[in-house]
């Protein structure tokens, strides 16, 4: 029942896609059929709405385990494709079926974990969920980024971020030095990406005349690198 539960789901949820408008970048960097991770900020409940409507395809989505302690969202998010982990102490069922679902699928993570009230600019720490599912399935990461808080009527920015695919060692559980390096460079690649995001939207990059030259950063990014060199790779 999941597909056609899920399908029925993007429908009413398109009904409701005039009230937030959503300017989407980065469609080149969709992958429609291909298994991978859909990594992204989490801002608000209308974030997973808005990515089922923009994202085209079927995908499954992991939530906390809090949100299966109750009838109804248990029935209702179990049904839409969800599965439940503890944050804490992971079931290993639930990590098997994780990996089952990335042969030949798509997941939706939220890697901070909880959502974030605080300045939509920053993300807060990544859990090590996302370097444990990226090592062991060996899958690359799909960068989500929204620009802000979704609001009634209020036009956002949704980033699609070029694939992240970093893990040498794929196809193996890394150890916890290993996940926390891995952690780490996510944490890098997405502070970079919102430079690269800030940029677009102040410059409406998405516009042919606004386009920066193949190869070409902007300023801002040319400062962020200077400043900010890229983690160390050994043990990734």
Known sequence: MGKPFYYFGKC???????????????????KKKDSCIYAANHLSSIDIPL?????????????????SEKAVPRFLLSHFGVIFIDRDKPELSV????????????IVIFPEGTRNHGDPSE?????????????????????VLFYRKPKLFRKNYMYIGKPIDICEAKGRLPNAAGAEKLTARYEYEFARLRVIFDDVV???????????????KCPELEEWDKTHPVPTEEGL
Not at 12 to 30: A, D
Not at 95 to 106: A, H, S, Y
Not at 202 to 216: F, I, M, Q, V
């Open 202 to 216: 102040r410059n409406r990059r998405w516009k042919k005349k606004n386009r920066l030259p193949a190869g070409e």
């Open 51 to 67: 990515i089922q409507v923009h994202i085209p395809g079927y995908r499954r989505y992991i939530g906390k385990k809090e949100y």
């Open 123 to 143: 993300m807060l720490p990544i859990k090590g969920g996302l370097a444990i599912f990226a090592a062991k399935s060996g899958v690359p990461v799909v960068p």
């Open 95 to 106: 990590m098997r079926e994780i990996f089952k679902v990335l042969d030949d699928g798509q």
């Open 12 to 30: 009413l949820y398109t009904l409701g896609r005039p009230f937030f408008p959503t300017k989407v970048i980065g469609k080149e960097n969709i």
